[in-house]
């Protein structure tokens, strides 16, 4: 009698093995080791102590604000200025070295965040050898398919944290990139009115040598017909040397601004560019001795002022400057490096496989050939390594105190930059101020030195001290002009204004 045999039961414990250790796969990869990322405080005082000083009534952080998003081509509005601008953002190697270092971090990224997906590699390879047996024949071997190799678990989030770092890497070098387009906007606009203040000095160390060259021949003819001492003769012969020597000085600085301008643009700067020469009759007026307009012409006529940017009090307008950006891009690139040292304490599981056909000649390899495989993962875990692992978490998050205290340095340094520009907007403009007076004043000195040297009642060296004295003043006065300009375009870089180029063109590559 045979007995009834039982239906087999199926075996589920190895399908709920596999279900829990696949669970357990998706719930590792999604942990992270990373610290949680928090924006350290700034350290600097909340507001600009100097800001109400030098803004506008009513500016707040708001308007403050807006200056980074201002179009450098509204800002500058001169023509001749735009083009050089232009001119250097196309063809200046400092900034391309910042484009092309995007790049190079970019592939740097690429690479690293390729580690995250298996990596898939198509071969056939081949053998051919004598067997091993009587009567030794030649036998072939042809194996052809696609292999997975060395292909790492991410269980604890290593190469994600990896990964995440290179990414904020590639971030801060576009924030460098802005940073050395807004600074190299700045240069040439301090570059461009330097030259126009050199013209000037140029032209009125010109027109005054011009003038008292003139007076010493008449001083001469006075001379050698016993009407003129020769005390007087020799100052006015020392007045024209030192206008020999201020049109040289002139002269040099115009030169080496020249060449600092075409080191920005990477190229000669173009003539019709350069600012524009000073009027011939403006410039006889502002050295004739007689005239009372001899200051205002060199004030009225010089340039066309900058606007006044209002600056909000809060602090915090800081946070737009692409070099304070750079800094916590680096901050969270080392920040995230923590987390991949951590993980490099737990087990790193890795996997190698491949899949294809074997076949004994090429030919039959897609025809007859058998199927072929291999799977071997491994497992290493750390045991014993003298502390290899554990100082490099330490490693790891000395740098990332580091990147705070880099982060806490460029927002003082950004701090100190902004309230350096508002006392220098502030106090330059007084300074502008007062020195027009001071020429003004000059101007009047000569014209009433002069009536009183035509009746007789002054001498010829008051007369020739009144001369220096406007000429000394005038020099001062564009100097001063000058100053009080660069200091209106340190307000605008400090403020992270320079990046846009219109109102159309607020993001992305200028």
Request: hydrophobic share 45%; charged share 20%.
């Amino acid at each position: 009698m045979n007995k009834q045999m039982k239906p087999l039961k199926p075996n589920w414990r190895p399908v709920m093995l596999s279900v829990l250790v696949g669970s357990a796969v998706l719930l590792m990869s999604g942990c992270s080791l990373i610290p949680t990322y928090e924006r350290p405080a700034m350290a600097v005082p909340a507001q600009l102590p100097d800001a109400s000083q030098g803004a506008s009534q009513g500016a707040d952080a708001k308007a403050a604000k807006a200056v980074a998003e201002l179009p450098w081509a509204s800002y500058f509005p001169d023509q001749h200025l735009q083009g050089l601008i232009k001119l250097a953002l196309d063809n200046n190697r400092d900034l391309r070295v910042a484009v092309l270092n995007i790049d190079q971090l970019r592939a740097a990224y690429q690479i690293q965040n390729a580690d995250r997906f298996p990596t898939l590699t198509g071969s056939i390879s081949g053998t051919r050898q004598p067997s091993t047996q009587a009567p030794y024949p030649l036998t072939t071997s042809v194996t052809g398919g696609v292999t997975v190799s060395a292909y790492e678990l991410d269980l604890f989030g290593r190469v994600k944290a990896l990964s995440e770092a290179a990414s904020a890497q590639v971030l801060a070098s576009e924030e460098a990139r802005k940073a050395t387009h807004i600074s190299l906007v700045a240069s040439v606009a301090n570059s461009y009115y330097a030259l126009w203040a050199d013209r000037w000095q140029l032209a009125l160390a010109e027109q005054t040598l011009k003038t008292r060259e003139d007076s010493l021949k008449l001083l001469k003819l006075k001379f050698d017909n016993g009407v003129l001492n020769e005390l007087d003769l020799r100052s006015a012969q020392s007045l024209v040397e030192a206008a020999r020597v201020t049109r040289a000085q002139a002269q040099r600085q115009w030169a080496q601004d020249i060449n600092a301008l075409n080191l920005l643009l990477g190229s000669t700067a173009p003539a019709d560019l350069l600012p524009p020469q000073p009027e011939a009759n403006l410039l006889a007026a502002a050295s004739s001795k007689d005239s009372a307009a001899a200051a205002q012409t060199v004030q009225a006529t010089l340039w066309p002022d900058l606007s006044e940017l209002p600056v909000g009090l809060s602090s915090e307008v800081l946070l737009q400057r692409p070099d304070i950006a750079q800094a916590e891009q680096q901050l969270i690139s080392a920040n995230a490096n923590i987390g991949a040292a951590r993980a490099a304490r737990f087990p790193r599981i890795s996997l190698t496989g491949s899949a294809g056909v074997v076949s004994d000649s090429l030919s039959g390899l897609f025809n007859d050939g058998r199927n072929a495989w291999s799977f071997a993962p491994s497992v290493s875990l750390p045991i014993f390594d003298a502390g290899r692992t554990q100082a490099g978490i330490d490693s790891a998050k000395v740098k990332r105190d580091i990147a705070v205290a880099q982060y806490d340095k460029a927002i003082q340094t950004a701090f100190r930059e902004v309230e350096d520009a508002l006392v220098a907007r502030r106090t330059y403009a007084d300074q502008a101020q007062a020195q027009l007076a001071q020429a003004q004043a000059e101007a009047a000195r000569l014209r009433l030195s002069t009536m009183r040297y035509d009746t007789g009642v002054a001498s010829q060296l008051d007369l020739l001290d009144a001369q220096r004295a406007l000429f000394s003043a005038q020099q001062a006065l564009i100097a001063a002009q000058l100053a009080r300009q660069q200091a209106h375009i340190s307000v605008y870089k400090a403020l992270g204004g320079g990046w846009v180029a219109s109102a159309q063109s607020s993001s992305g590559v200028q």
